[in-house]
């Protein structure tokens, strides 16, 4: 599990120009993905062999009486109570001010590791002006550019430092082949409601088993027979309201869920319909190569809405809902959820292979059915095909349709290989990964879904450059090429 290091300071320090030096890209990453641009907050940075997650925060400035500035500041306060090093972010030019002071206190409260870096010290006078933020009582300020970078690494240095102690067991399986599975999605979906079902239902709690995110206890329990590792998330067993303005920072804790998962179960709030956030956090579940099942919660409450709408209302965002939707009441297949159904389609083109469930967690509705498709997803997860099935099938794919021509240049596969299970992966050799279109990848995974399945899952489809090949292709033109070596992987 990534450590986590959050930035965090008053209005204007330089904290997302350091962010960006940190993570080397700038905060709006658009993807190659078709469907998938987000806006990150959060990005992973490596120093001196540590791995971390680095997540920027909006201003801190306390005690203020305007509602978006609160909000603002409840995310970092979050992002704080997450971290497990900060990174306290002040201004050499403008010097200590009280919001410094108030956030510093802030910070000592908190009793977490601070790295105090002192930005905007570009000549000597404000390096030598920095020591005055010794008395913020949290160490030796680290003067630092974040625009130019100058002093970084020694932040870097400190903040490696303070990471939490490599623990080598974190790389094995704790579970050792028992399927584990994360439940996540925004605050307030019905996260609780489908634990507690499920706890409930199943009755046979074997143990509960302390995970390697901070403060959060893994369940393992009995499904049909079979064990699974529920995977603890944010609002599982977390007292208290979460308030308006933390929302973007519950995806810190579900990305956290999810890259320690084999199944991540998305739970979406039929009632508000599909927000930017649900495909954010789907993305990543995406990116990260992982099963995927989208529950649809508070069915009974939509189909109520439904009912009452006028026939041409237009079913992705009800409005005006009233509570009293009743689950025992509903149809095993309701004729409205073909259309939500097709608006979730819509709005994830990029898992089309993720299924759909229309649950009502509170009443239990379609609880079972939930675990028995995310199981289903963990077996696929292990199937192994076996190459030459595979060339086969890429061979009859490639004649159907070529791949296209770039420059003159079509790219040749030359043959195809399962390197890995859970999840699938997929090793093709060609000519030149350069030439790889996003398009005909696609094409390439469909004929993989189409011939071996694969449903519930993402797949990683990796295009290394044939070294031999490629030399025997530049002979053929009159000479040696100078192209150096190439690999691109998709997912």
């Known amino acids: ?53 680095v997540i920027d925060t ?9 509602d978006i500035t609160n909000r603002v500041t409840a995310q970092a306060q979050l992002a704080i109570e997450e971290s497990d090093v900060i990174i306290f972010l002040v201004d ?35 390096r030598q002006e920095a020591v005055e933020f010794y008395s913020l009582g949290l160490g030796e300020p680290i003067t630092l550019s974040a625009t130019s970078g100058t002093g970084s690494g020694d932040l870097l240095d400190v903040v490696v430092e303070a990471l939490p102690p490599r623990d080598e067991s974190e790389e094995e399986d704790p579970y050792d082949g028992v399927p584990r599975i994360a439940i996540v999605g925004r605050p307030n979906v019905g996260k609780s409601s489908l634990v507690n079902a499920i706890l409930g239902q199943d009755r046979v709690i074997v143990s509960d088993i302390p995970g390697t995110t901070r403060d959060t206890v893994d369940t393992l329990v009995e499904h049909n027979g079979q064990q699974i590792a529920l995977l603890d998330t944010a609002g599982i067993r977390r007292r208290g309201r979460v308030g308006a303005g933390v929302e973007k920072y519950s995806v810190i804790r579900s990305n956290r ?8 179960v998305l739970m979406i709030d039929g009632v508000d319909g599909i927000t930017a956030q649900d495909t954010h956090i789907a993305g990543y579940i995406h990116d990260a190569a992982r099963g995927m099942v989208i529950v649809i919660n508070k069915w009974d409450l939509v189909r109520e809405a439904l009912r009452q709408a006028d026939a041409q209302a237009d079913p992705e965002y009800p409005v005006s809902l009233k509570p009293g939707g009743n689950a025992a009441a509903l149809e095993d297949e ?21 299924p759909i469930i229309f649950s009502a967690a509170k009443n239990r509705y379609h609880v079972n059915q939930i675990l028995d498709q995310a199981l289903k997803i963990w077996e696929t997860r292990q199937q192994r095909v076996q190459t030459s099935q ?22 040749r596969i030359y043959y195809v290989t399962q390197a890995e299970v859970s999840p699938p992966t ?65 997912r």
């Open 1 to 53: 599990m990534k450590p986590l290091v959050a930035i965090v300071g008053r209005p204007n320090v330089g904290k997302s120009t350091l962010f960006n030096k940190l993570v080397g890209q700038r905060l709006a990453i658009v993807e190659d993905l078709p469907g998938t641009t987000r806006d990150r907050i959060y990005a992973d940075a490596e120093w001196n062999g540590r791995t971390f997650t």
């Open 58 to 66: 909006g201003g801190l400035e306390m005690g203020s009486d305007d």
């Open 92 to 126: 050499t030019k403008s010097g200590i001010t009280e919001a410094d002071n108030e956030v510093a206190a802030l910070l000592r409260r908190s009793g977490k590791p601070v790295a105090l870096g002192a930005n905007k010290a570009d000549n000597a006078t404000r």
């Open 257 to 264: 869920a999810i890259d320690r998962c084999d199944v991540a």
């Open 334 to 354: 309701p004729t409205d959820a073909e259309k939500y159904r097709e608006i979730v389609r819509e709005r994830f083109k990029f898992a089309p292979y993720a």
């Open 390 to 411: 595979l060339n086969d099938v890429i061979r009859q794919a490639v004649q159907r349709h070529h791949p296209p021509v770039v420059q003159g240049r079509p790219m």
């Open 426 to 490: 997929f090793i093709f050799f060609v000519n030149d990964p350069a030439l790889l279109h996003f398009s005909y990848q696609r094409y390439l995974e469909n004929q993989l879904r189409q011939a071996f399945g694969f449903d519930g899952t993402a797949l990683r489809l990796e295009f290394r450059e044939r070294q031999n090949e490629r030399d025997d292709d530049s002979k053929g033109k009159g000479g040696k090429s100078s192209r150096t070596p190439a690999r691109r992987s998709v």
